[in-house]
Every structure is written in C-alpha cells, then in structure tokens.
C-alpha cells in the first residue's frame, strides 16, 4: 500500500511580492502565484500523481492553490478539508509591516530570529513552537490516519504550518528546523512506511 502525503506551500502572495509579514491576514495569490499552484499541479500530474482528499487552510491563498492544483489534476471534485489548525503562523505585531524595514529598525538577526527561531514568538504573535502545538494534534488526528489508510493525501499550507509537519516528518529539532525554507508552490511528496516514519522523500522543483 501507498502511503502518499504532499505538503504545497501555497504560490506567491499579493504580501509575498511586497514582502510583508502576512500571517494571517487573509491575501490573494498574485498571477505569478496562480502560475506556481498551476504548475505544481501539472509536475504532480507528469508523476501520475492524484489524491483522494486535500486538507487545507481557513485561507483563500491556500485554498485557492489547491483548487488551482486539482484543476490541473483533473480533480475538482474530491474532498477537501479545511481547517484553521493549518493556518500560517499569526506575525502578530508584524502584521503588514515590510520585512526589510523591520531588519532596519530590529537588525537583521531579531528579525531572523523571529522568522525562523523554534520558540521565540514575534511580539503578539506565535512561535513555530505555538504553530506546532495547534498544526500537530491536527495532523496527528485528522491527516495521519488518511495516510495510514491508504489515502493520497495532499496539505496545501503555509510556509511555517508547513515546518512545523516538516519537523516532525523529517524528525528535526529546534536547532535545526532554522535551516528549513520552502518556496512557494513547490510539493513535497513523501511516501510513509506502516510506522508513521518517511520513507521517500521527493522535493518537485519548478
Ligand atoms: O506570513 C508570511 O509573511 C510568510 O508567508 C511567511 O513568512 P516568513 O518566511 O517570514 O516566515
């Protein structure tokens, strides 16, 4: 039995190429983000890859890339799932603010610490540690077992509910989840062995 998961980070936002702290705010793709979803989902075809449910998050950039990556599969009609458990990280304060005027006015290494530390919470936000808290118990609860049934599962997300999943499929600690980028509308196609654990690996670049 296949035991197939895919994680997409959704494609380039309208804060993405304005490089904004997004978080939460609920943003459109840009058309170079509708053309990253629809060109994940066509190298995901090339594969003869297709799903029987998509999880997702409670926003429009996610859902739209995954509505974007069925299309191109052919798919429109399955299930999918949406759940604010797989929402982005909440930037808090940084909401909206640009992210090279933050590392002007906090310096470059608070701001990365911000960004990509394990546990340090940007002022009124979440940690990667308090995504991993909400993202896990759901994925434990509600994607996992899909998998374990032998469901082709694909989780179009966000870059950090994303590394939080990552973290544990690739078994990382918090020194060295830091490391960890994904860019955007690029699939991880990781197949599980009858334990949970990863065997295969797959990164679909463009
Ligand atoms: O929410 C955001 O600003 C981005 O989608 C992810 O941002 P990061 O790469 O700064 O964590």
């Given at each position: 039995m296949d035991r197939l998961l895919v994680l997409a980070r959704h494609g380039q936002s309208d804060w993405n190429l304005k490089n904004l702290f997004t978080g939460w705010k609920n943003v459109e793709l840009t058309d170079l983000g509708v053309q990253e979803a629809r060109a994940a989902g066509q190298r995901l075809k090339q594969r003869g890859i297709g799903f029987d449910v998509v999880f997702t998050s409670d926003l429009m950039r996610a859902q739209k890339t995954c509505q974007l990556i069925l299309e191109e599969l052919g798919q429109t009609n399955i299930e999918v799932i949406h759940d604010q458990?797989?929402?982005?990280?909440?930037?808090?304060?940084?909401?909206?603010?640009n992210k090279d005027d933050a590392r002007q006015r906090w310096g470059e290494e608070q701001v990365h610490i911000w960004r990509r530390s394990y546990d340090v919470a940007p002022p009124g936000g979440e940690s990667l540690k308090d995504t991993v808290a909400r993202a896990l118990p759901y994925y434990v609860t509600n994607i996992l077992p899909r998998v374990m049934q032998g469901q082709r599962v694909l989780v179009a997300a966000h870059g950090n509910s994303l590394r939080a999943l990552i973290m544990v499929l690739d078994r990382l600690n918090s020194q060295t989840i830091p490391g960890v980028e994904l860019s955007t509308g690029v699939p991880l196609v990781y197949k599980l062995d009858?334990?949970?654990?990863?065997?295969e690996k797959t990164i679909l670049e463009a």
């Open positions: 458990a797989l929402n982005e990280r909440d930037y808090g304060d940084l909401t909206g603010l009858a334990d949970t654990s990863v065997i």
